[in-house]
């Protein structure tokens, strides 16, 4: 496991007051205090589960309310990338420099998590701002997760309904409209451009500049323009002149090459020393660094459109990644910090520059904060997942078990898929290793 030096970031980058941010780290499942856990029994014991009441944070929750009165809203989410990368949340090494200069001028959630350890459920959980999600198990489980989703509206078909024009701009080849299952996560974008679909070796920055090219068509707005950036995923294949930023060194990282393939770096994983992992951990982190790069221009879209101050900027990510952290590589099999807690940070309008929020947040609030922020509703309740690992044996009577009104989803790797999410804090759960699945119950917290 790698261990991350706690310590503050502080830009010296000048335009870090004038241009707030939302970056959130995509979503999950807070264990706030012992006690107030999901009680999930182990081995072939009957699992019960229990719906906690969880205190929702008072005090700098009402700074969203009504901070920047329709304002144009960008979230911009990086495909991979953990918080303990990243300075500002800790990092000995300045991985995205843009993404905490962004929120030196706003609030940086220090506990922010994701909803699962995978793009689909974790994306559509975000857009949702719900828990249920479409990893299923069976045409039973389809109808009740799909029908439970019906109930909830995406931020982007909610923002449509308040006048603002809504597009989606990637290079994820899966994110589509013409696969059914992003149907949910998509509901109400007008616009989706993919630009890995069919068009050849297309990168990231020619998502950012396309997106920056509508924005400026768009303004003065109002609009929502989300932006999800493939490149930090695997295979890791970072420029030449930033592979050795962090590390990396061809000569001493062996069979470790930049842009190895991803079916290669897990059929290592077992015989991967710590070392090899390092070089593998460099190569995705020059990945992150040369995407994060791509934030200046999309914030200098909106300053050369002169909507700086109409603008909420939201930036986030929808998993992690593991280096051996669980003696594994990549993500999907687990549901520890590494694999779920992202950065967040929101600014814009009036909200306070420089605070820190060290209250546990899913990204699935982002939608709750967005609209607070932009159409003064209410924030309240934030939304917390309990989540714990099972193996494959455990799993079918660990869903059987879910109480009415607790949403599950899942990962759909290394085991058979199942309605179960993944979501946890590190050291929370014990991991079964190897053919482990994910099984959890979402609970809606009270607003006590």
Known sequence: ?????????????????????????????????????????????????????????TSWVEAFRGACPSCNVVLVTFDTMRADEIACLGSPRDVAPETCAAGDG??????????????????????????????????????????????????ARRLANLGYRTALFTDHIGISKKYPRWNHALDGIETVENYGTGRGDVRSPLVAEEAAVWMAGQ???????????????????????????????????????NGID??????????????????????????????DALLPLLLEAIEESDIVDRTLLVVTADHGEEFLDRDGVGHERTVFDEMLRVPLVV?????????????????????????????????????????????????????????????????????????????????????????STVAAAIVQPTTA
């Open 219 to 257: 303004a003065p707005g109002p609009f929502f323009a989300w932006i999800h950036l493939f490149d930090p995923h695997f295979n890791y294949n970072p420029d030449p002149e930033h592979e050795r930023r962090f590390g990396f060194d061809p000569l001493s990282c062996g069979r470790i090459v």
């Open 106 to 155: 706003g609030v940086i959630f220090e506990r922010a998590y994701s909803a699962a350890p995978s793009t689909l459920p974790a994306l559509t959980m975000m857009s949702l701002g719900a828990l249920p999600a479409n990893h299923i198990s069976g045409p039973g489980e389809a109808a009740r997760i799909g029908n439970a989703m019906k109930r909830h509206a995406t931020l």
């Open 1 to 57: 496991m790698h261990e991350r030096e706690e310590q503050r970031h502080v830009s010296d980058n000048p335009t870090a007051l004038r241009y707030p941010v939302i970056v959130t780290a995509v979503g999950a499942a807070i264990l706030l205090a012992a006690g107030t856990a999901l009680l999930l029994r182990r081995g072939g014991d009957d699992h019960a589960a229990r719906t906690p009441s969880f205190p929702q944070p």
């Open 347 to 435: 600014a814009g309008g009036t909200l306070p520059h420089g605070l820190r929020v060290a209250d546990p947040v899913s990204i699935i609030s982002v939608p709750n904060l967005v609209l607070a922020a932009v159409a003064g509703e209410d924030p309240l309740p934030l939304q917390l997942v309990v989540g714990r690992t099972f193996n494959a044996f455990q799993q079918d009577k660990v869903l059987k078990s879910v109480p009415d009104g607790v949403t599950a989803a899942s990962t759909n790797r290394p085991a058979p898929r199942a309605a179960a999410i993944a979501a946890t804090v590190a050291g929370s759960v014990s991991g079964q290793g190897t053919g």
């Open 262 to 291: 991803s079916s290669m770096m897990t059929a290592m994983a077992g015989s991967m020393k710590p070392h090899e992992a390092r070089c593998l951990a460099a190569l995705h982190e020059a990945e992150v660094f040369a995407t």
